[in-house]
Nanobody, 119 residues
């Protein structure tokens, strides 16, 4: 059984920073793309950033220049450094990974970590 576990969420003032982490555990042969998504109350889940196994990154326009996604392949972990946070970015942040466990590739999600940005 593969699990993704996020950490690092919390309460921060507008303009502040947080660093999220997400580690994958279980029977893992390969991890392809990893990413972060967020869902604010009453809104749909949206892409924040993704990173390939080779380190290529993609960001939502709203976070470019402020957020940085990175990964440590040896630790099966993806990170999201968030700077200059805005109150509108209050949401539950989820990590996501495409993982080959045993035979098949599957997409896994973490349980989410709350990020609250106060004004």
């Amino acid at each position: 059984q593969v699990q993704l576990v996020e950490s690092g969420g919390g309460l921060v003032q507008a303009g502040g920073s947080l660093r999220l982490s997400c580690g994958a555990s279980g029977i893992i042969f390969l991890i392809n793309d990893m990413g972060w998504y967020r869902q604010a109350p009453g809104k749909q889940r949206e892409l924040v950033a993704t990173i390939t196994s080779g380190g290529n990154t993609n960001y939502a326009d709203s976070v470019k220049g402020r957020f940085t996604i990175s990964r440590d392949n040896a630790k099966n972990t993806v990170y999201l450094q968030m700077n200059s946070l805005e109150p509108e970015e209050t949401a539950v942040y989820y990590c996501n990974a495409r993982i080959r466990s045993r035979i098949n590739w599957e997409t896994y999600w973490g349980q989410g970590t709350q990020v609250t940005v106060s004004s």
